[in-house]
């Protein structure tokens, strides 16, 4: 499976890698001096402890909490709906599916996902709920949640305040295997090799505030890679 993928913040001494879910077998991981912390919301605490500047998390007490309990939303009602509507269109396509999920992974990685692939699709439909009325349901969803995003981001350069915060950072993460920034160091598949259906889901957000943010939150707090991967995000919604 497709091994955990950054959204880096260079911190000064700290180098913070949040995780994308984009596999089920990715966890958030930040090690740091022989330390390892999981978990996006104790890496940010601990990034905002051992290297406060700049702040993820704002000063602020009123602004604080709007972030915490934007984060908290983001995860629940925003990233695992997106994730269950992404993975039941991925996996109805195996060459797609085995070719997203193991990058980086050893050798035989995608011989065992092709012998194996019927039964490991069967155990993260089971492990997520994965059924066609979810899903359904969860598209209503997050069209809500993308037009509460974008009012929240009417006029506004951020989630929360005028800088980066952590909620910025969730949302970027959560939304990177739908928008495929390019500053992302994972390997896009080309447009072509996309189901129809998540080609749709593009379209339906293509012009949203929520995913030009989201891109921009990549271009510009992303750490430079040292050479470009995978497809434009531009050309994702075309």
Same mark, same amino acid.
């Given at each position: ?18 995780? @994308?879910?984009?596999? &089920? @077998? ?7 001096? =022989? /330390?390892?912390?999981? =978990? ?11 290297? &406060? ?5 704002? *000063? ?6 709007? %972030? ?21 269109? $991925? ?17 035989? =990685? ?33 069209? $809500? ?5 974008? %009012? ?8 929360? !305040? ?14 990177? &295997? %739908? ?6 160091? %994972? ?15 593009? *379209? /339906?957000? $293509? ?25 434009? $995000? !531009?050309?994702?919604?075309?």
């Amino acid at each position: 499976m497709l091994p955990p993928r950054p959204l880096q913040r260079n911190l000064g001494a700290l180098t913070v890698s949040i995780y @994308l879910r984009v596999s &089920p @077998l990715e966890a958030e991981l930040l090690q740091d001096a =022989g /330390r390892i912390i999981q =978990g996006s919301s104790a890496i940010i605490d601990y990034v905002d402890e051992h290297s &406060p500047e700049p702040p993820l998390t704002p *000063a602020d007490p009123s602004e604080r909490q709007r %972030t915490l309990e934007l984060e908290r939303w983001l995860d629940c009602e925003f990233g695992e709906r997106v994730r269950r509507v992404f993975y039941f269109h $991925a996996l109805n396509h195996r060459d797609f599916a085995i070719l997203l999920f193991n990058q980086g992974g050893p050798w035989w =990685g995608r011989l065992f996902c092709r012998v194996g692939f019927r039964m490991i699709a069967n155990r993260i439909r089971q492990m997520y709920a994965i059924t066609a009325e979810n899903v359904a349901l969860d598209m209503d969803r997050v069209t $809500a949640a993308y037009e509460r995003l974008d %009012t929240l981001l009417e006029n506004r350069r951020y989630l929360v !305040g005028d800088r980066f915060s952590r909620a910025d950072l969730t949302l970027a993460a959560l939304a990177a &295997p %739908t928008w495929r920034p390019p500053e992302h160091s %994972t390997y896009w598949p080309p447009d072509e090799l996309y189901p129809h259906e998540i080609k749709a889901f593009w *379209a /339906r957000f $293509a012009k949203s505030r929520t995913r030009e943010h989201i891109l921009r939150m990549y271009r510009e707090h992303r750490l430079p890679k040292p050479y470009a991967r995978g497809a434009s $995000a !531009g050309t994702a919604a075309a």
